[in-house]
C-alpha cells in the first residue's frame, strides 16, 4: 500500500509553516491532487457529526487523566485495558510538527519526543480541549506504564476533492504488541462532510483508508493488535477490523470504540464483521449523542457515567474512571434514548440519494463563504453570514428547513471557542428556519 503522508515533511507542514492551512484565492487550502474511485454502498443515515464541548468544560477529577497519573503497571503486569484505549485514542489527535518525521516510519520515535515546549501550542491547538490534552501527553509521557511506547507509521491526509479527513498512528507496545490508533473528525469542512457522507455512503474513503493502513500495520509489526479510536476513530476501528480479511483477524486481539457512531445494517451482516464482533467493545457516555447514531450489532457496551449535558459528554475527560475501568452507568440517559428514537425516524423518511442531496446542499452553502472550518465562519462572521443568507434563501422550503437547523446545530458544536454559544445566536436570528 502506498502511504498517503506528505514525504519529508510533518503534519504542520501540510496545514502550512505557521499551523494553519494555506490560502489560497477564492478560500480553498493546499490540497493533495490523488483521486481513487471508492466503490459506495448505501448506509444508514443519519448525520455523523463530532460535536465536542468548549474548552472551558470542566474535566472529571475521577477520569482517564486522573488513571494516566496514579496508575503505574507496566503493561507486562496488566494487559492493556479500555482506559489504555481511549488514553492512546486521545494522544491520536496530537499534531506532529515537521521536526517529528520519524514518527511517520517504522521505527517511530519514543512518545517522550512529543513534549516539545516550541510547539505544544500548535500540537494540541486543534484538539477539542488543548488543556486538558497537554496535560495527558505531559502525564503519559511521565508514567512508567506509557513513557516506553514508541509511536510509528504516523499517516495523515485531507484531501477535500476525496471529501476525506484521515489519520492514524500505531503505537508500539513494551513487550510486545501494537495499538493501532484512528483519529476522530477535526474541525475542517472536509472532516465534517466525510462524517456527514456517513449518512449516505459506505465506505467513505477515510474508512477504505483505515482498512488498508491497518492490513499494513498488521503485516508490519509482530504480537497481538489492539485497535481503537473516539468519535469517529472508533467507527474506522470496527470498520477496519471488519474489513482486513479472516487471516489478518485472527492477529486482532481487542477493538474499541469510544463513542464512536455505528453503522448501517448491511454492513453489519456481513461475515467480517460476524468473525470480529465478539471481540469489539463501545464505550459511550449516559447521555451519548454521537454513539447512538446507527446501528452497533449487539456488541458489548459499557455505558459510562460521565459530567457535562447531552453532547457535551462526548469530551472523554467529562468520563468517570475508578481505578482500572470505566465508572459504569445504569443505562443510557433519557436524552439519549430519545435522541436515539429521533435520528431512526429520520433514517426511515428519507431514500439514501436524498440524504445525498441534503449533505451536499449543506456544505455548497458554508462552502460559499470561502471557510475552510466552521470556526472561519464565526471568525469572519460579518462577511459570512450574509453570504451563507443568500445562499439559504435560494433553496427550495425542504432544503432551506434542514440547512438552517443543521448550520445552528454545527454553530454549537464545530466551533471549540467560547463564542460557540454566541455563534449559534447570530444565525437564530440572521436564519430563521421556514
Not at 474511485?37 to 475521577?62: F, H, T, Y
Not at 513494551?174 to 490508533?181: D, E, K, S, T
Not at 445552528?408 to 464545530?414: N, Y
Request: net charge neutral.
Amino acid at each position: 500500500m502506498a502511504r498517503t503522508r506528505p514525504r519529508g515533511k510533518g503534519e504542520r507542514a501540510a496545514h502550512g509553516g505557521s499551523g494553519r492551512p494555506v490560502r489560497k484565492k477564492g478560500g480553498r487550502g493546499a490540497r493533495e491532487k490523488r483521486r481513487e474511485d471508492s466503490a459506495r454502498v448505501p448506509a444508514a443515515p443519519v448525520p455523523v457529526v463530532d460535536p465536542m464541548p468548549e474548552v472551558s468544560s470542566p474535566r472529571q477529577e475521577s477520569g482517564f487523566l486522573s488513571y494516566v497519573r496514579s496508575e503505574f503497571d507496566t503493561f507486562e503486569r496488566r494487559p492493556l485495558c479500555a482506559v489504555d484505549s481511549l488514553v492512546l485514542s486521545w494522544i491520536a489527535y496530537t499534531r506532529l510538527p515537521d521536526a517529528l518525521f520519524a514518527a511517520c516510519t517504522p521505527a517511530g520515535i519514543g512518545l517522550r519526543e512529543l513534549l516539545r515546549a516550541e510547539d505544544m501550542p500548535w500540537m494540541v491547538r486543534r484538539t477539542w480541549d488543548p488543556e486538558s490534552s497537554r496535560d495527558l501527553l505531559f502525564a503519559v509521557c511521565a508514567n512508567p506504564r506509557f513513557r516506553d511506547i514508541r509511536l510509528a507509521d504516523f499517516c495523515f491526509r485531507t484531501d477535500p476533492g476525496r471529501e476525506e479527513q484521515f489519520a492514524a498512528m500505531t503505537f508500539l507496545l513494551p513487550g510486545g504488541g501494537v495499538y493501532v490508533a484512528f483519529r476522530g473528525t477535526d474541525s475542517t469542512l472536509v472532516g465534517w462532510k466525510e462524517d456527514f457522507n456517513m449518512a449516505a455512503f459506505c465506505p467513505v474513503p477515510s474508512q477504505t483508508e483505515a482498512a488498508r493502513y491497518l492490513t499494513e500495520a498488521i503485516g508490519r509489526f509482530e504480537g497481538p493488535v489492539y485497535v481503537g479510536g473516539h468519535s469517529k476513530g472508533g467507527n474506522l476501528a470496527i470498520y477496519a477490523a471488519a474489513a482486513c480479511g479472516e487471516a489478518l483477524q485472527t492477529r486482532i486481539a481487542r477493538v474499541f470504540s469510544h463513542d464512536g457512531p455505528g453503522f448501517n445494517d448491511e454492513f453489519l451482516a456481513t461475515e467480517g464483521f460476524a468473525r470480529i464482533r465478539g471481540r469489539v467493545e463501545k464505550t459511550v457516555p449516559k447521555s451519548t449523542v454521537i454513539g447512538v447514531v446507527m446501528h452497533d450489532g449487539d456488541i458489548r457496551r459499557t455505558v459510562v457515567e460521565s459530567e457535562g449535558v447531552s453532547a457535551a459528554q462526548h469530551n472523554p475527560f467529562l468520563w468517570a474512571v475508578d481505578g482500572c475501568a470505566f465508572r459504569e452507568a445504569d443505562g443510557l440517559s433519557v436524552s439519549s434514548r430519545s435522541f436515539d428514537s429521533l435520528l431512526d425516524a429520520w433514517m426511515e423518511k428519507y431514500s439514501y440519494d436524498e440524504r445525498g442531496a441534503f449533505i451536499d446542499t449543506l456544505f455548497g452553502v458554508v462552502g460559499a463563504t470561502g471557510a475552510e472550518r466552521f470556526s472561519d465562519v464565526r471568525a469572519d462572521w460579518r462577511e459570512s453570514l450574509p453570504v451563507l443568507r443568500e445562499a439559504v434563501d435560494a433553496l427550495e422550503p425542504e432544503q432551506r428547513a434542514f440547512v438552517v437547523d443543521a448550520l445552528k446545530a454545527l454553530a454549537r458544536t464545530a466551533t471549540v471557542e467560547k463564542a460557540a454559544g454566541a455563534a449559534s445566536g447570530v444565525l437564530d436570528r440572521l436564519l430563521p428556519s421556514g
